[in-house]
């Protein structure tokens, strides 16, 4: 599965969308961070934006503040 860009989706990847910022999981779902509750959605590469990695940058897991 690739984004709209045509980056490949990995396991890991952050995106945002609605809002949010959200973890691919290794079914290639998208887990909210940050939050108490466990949501996930499936991936709809039209409506995210790419951030970044959470392999290669660990920061990105933190909640913002």
Do not use: C
């Amino acid at each position: 599965m690739n984004y709209r860009n045509g980056r490949k989706i990995n396991v890991g990847d952050i995106l945002w969308a609605k809002n949010a910022r959200w973890i691919v999981t290794n079914n290639y779902q998208m887990r909210l961070i940050g939050k108490e509750m466990e949501f996930t959605q499936m991936i709809l590469p039209a409506f995210v934006e790419y951030v970044g990695n959470a392999h290669e940058n660990p920061g990105l897991l933190e909640e913002s503040k």
